[in-house]
């Protein structure tokens, strides 16, 4: 069936540096690709997002490239700050799953800390 | 425009009670779902509909009630509370794309004692 896999944390990481969080699925037929934070005490937000084969989704300094190849949507960002931490979520959507109107499919999370 | 709205943020409730998560969204969205989270398993979907009048179950739909009455609101209920049923549950609601941005409210804390 189809899942997400990421990388589990936490991730702590000092000011300024290079983010990477992997991120791999199995699905069948083809997926859109997300990522969601998740800030403390809050919600999910869309972060990012992907719908078709090298695709690359970007926004606020974090970029994700949709890799079919490797079933891969790895969460990148050069220069990490300290309202960067957060709960990180890849997800999945495929038509295929329970054939309704796509129901995301979550990994586990990622806990990113930013320190000063 | 509010968004995804639900009620209560916090609840505290005894095994065998039974109660009601309100979830409405302002987006005029087909689609609404309810998700649960717990620690180190992600979201996992509970219950999902389509649109008024239609709902199914998703991953973990035991224990769980829900119907579509309008496009609006799209209540979770629990029908005899257990302490497995302990998390922090989501709604959510989009458009009919499964590529579309999923909106999510800010959750409720639910804790059965």
């Known amino acids: 069936g189809n899942s997400v896999t990421q990388m589990e944390g936490p991730v702590t990481l000092s000011e300024e540096a290079f983010l990477t969080i992997n991120c791999t699925y199995t699905?069948?037929?083809?997926?859109?690709l997300f990522w969601y934070v998740q800030y403390p005490g809050e919600g999910l937000q869309l972060l990012l997002k992907?719908?078709?084969?090298?695709d690359k989704g970007s926004n606020k300094g974090f970029e994700a490239t949709y890799r079919k190849e490797t079933t891969s949507f790895h969460l990148e960002k050069g220069s990490v700050q300290v309202s960067d931490s957060a709960v990180y979520f890849c997800a999945l959507t495929s038509m295929n799953y329970g054939g309704s109107q796509g129901n995301l499919i979550f990994g586990k999370g990622t806990k990113l800390s930013v320190k000063p | 425009n509010a968004g995804v709205t639900q009620t209560p943020k916090f609840q505290v409730l005894k095994t065998g009670q039974s109660m009601t998560l309100q979830c409405a969204q302002d987006m005029n969205h087909e689609y609404m779902s309810w998700y649960r989270q717990d620690p180190g398993m992600g979201l996992r979907l509970i219950h999902y509909s389509v649109g008024a009048g239609i709902t199914d179950q998703g991953e973990v739909p035991n224990g769980y009630n829900v119907s579509r009455s309008t496009t609006e609101d799209f209540p979770l209920r629990l029908l005899s509370a257990a302490p497995s049923q302990t998390s922090v549950y989501f709604c959510?609601?989009?458009?009919?794309?499964?590529?579309?941005?999923?909106?999510f409210g800010p959750g409720t804390r639910l804790t059965v004692l």
């Open positions: 992907a719908t078709k084969a090298d």
């Open positions: 959510a609601s989009k458009a009919g794309d499964p590529a579309d941005t999923q909106y």
């Open positions: 699905a069948t037929g083809y997926p859109s």
